[in-house]
């Protein structure tokens, strides 16, 4: 497993979240995920502008074998979209923390950091799930 | 490829490996409340002996008459090889060729259709089929919503020249999904477009313009087309696949082209059948593909090299997506589009030409010849393709009743649809100089003894 971005914060969905400075949040999908899904093909992304609930579809990623569902980690509103995976959604598969990033997002509420994981204790999580 | 059933050791065997002790165990979870036994008015199971019979006296019945109704099904000449070739065991079955390994045939067929139906309508993409016609108007609704995210209204707009038939199964399909269906306003001259009072600021999510249209009528698909992207929709075609030879492709309709185009593949080698089964083919624009419902087949090479065939566009299909499937369609119409495909193939592009002026030809010969009988006019006026509305001077369901009294089906009674008394006839290439004869001569009679 490669390294994990010590800035960002995970969830249990395979998500990364990183906290920009104008209060933003960028979300993406971690290596492993990109990983378990394959090669992508295309990227459904959300509208700039549409409000999304926590748990709510952000994104739908379909790779060779399946499409599914991304979840939004938090609420809030879509400020910006990657519109470059649009004509090459294998960024995510090349670098998930970077160039790959879904969505930015402005939080309508707190963040609750408590629900979320650091990346040692996304690294256990991985571990379990390796087992 | 052959479908072999598992044998009563297969079955034994998968069962023990997951633990159940009969198939009807994997069934337990549905409530025994929700489990019926037996349907009503469904007959009971007959032997082979008792449906052939069956059939043969319903097929009887159909008689042979002299058929000139058209109104979305069309009869059309089937050389004898189409079907000899489609039901050979390599392709009798509309089986889903999920594997490619064993499905390479049928891949390729569908394959070669899906470049023919592109290469009609002038389109970048085309599925694999749907169900029909009517219900690939539903479909392509839905995938406009999908493709048109910015507009929220569900609004589709029709010109007056849709198959009302396909309105209604649309609305049915697509009506519980929030979207609506609305006619744009009607010249009673022309039975198209009103352009002068086309509506302002209603929002569609897509414009739907059938041409031919349902009475025959050519539109100015062109200047629709433009003011459909105006307005900021998605243009869908409804096309007939025969006029395609010799009528502009939706793909260079006005400025852009269409975005989606669809229609009933039925004219294409496949038999009338009293209605079905018959196939929907849909084609778009490359930059809609993903939200098309259905599989595509693309051509690819493997390890070797060597050139292969393989479904490449199925990961938004409910086997893989479920609830989020583009659509829940899924069937194609496999044994209707290998037909197709090889009604295509023999005919070729000058075949097809052919059977579209014969069959402009004739209806052109059988109109001229019906005004000639006095009560008997043109609905509309401008060019029409192989069907014609024509107004009569009294009702028109008494007159069909006579014709088919002389074996004749003389047309589709208009009436219910235009308020007036009006008939829709239809001459294809399978109708003879003496055919059109008979039949103008016919009408004559019966108008004449109505006289009386």
Redesign the interface.
Known sequence: MSDLPGDLLYTEEHEWLRREDDASVTIGITDHAQEAIGDLVYVELPEVGSDIDAAGEMAVVESVKAASDVYAPISGNIVAVNEALADDPEKINSDAYGDGWIVRMQPSETIDEGSMMTPDAYQEFLDTLDH | MPFIPHTEKDTREMLAAIGAESIADLFDEIPPELMIDHLEHVPEAMSEMEISRLMRHRARMDGSPLCFIGAGAYEHHIPTAVWDIATRGEFYSAYTPYQAEASQGTLQVIYEYQTMITELTGLDVSNASLYDGASALAEASLMAVRAN??VKTGRILLAPGVNPVYEQVAAAIAGAQGLTFERLPQDPASGNVDFDQLPQGREPVAVVVQQPSFAGTLDDTDRLTDWAHAQGAVLIGVVNPTSLAILLPPGQWGKDGADIAIGEGQPLGVPMSSGGPYFGFMTCKQKHV?QMPGRIVGRTTDLDDNPGFALTLQ??EQH??RS?ATSNICTNQGLMVTAATIYMSLLGYDGLVNIANTSHGNTTSLADGLCDIDGISRLYDGPFFHEVALKLDRPVAALLAALAERDILGGFDLTPIVGLDALLVCATETKTEADINAYIAAFADVMSADNA
């Open positions: 995210r910015r993903r990961a938004r893989i997506r989020k």
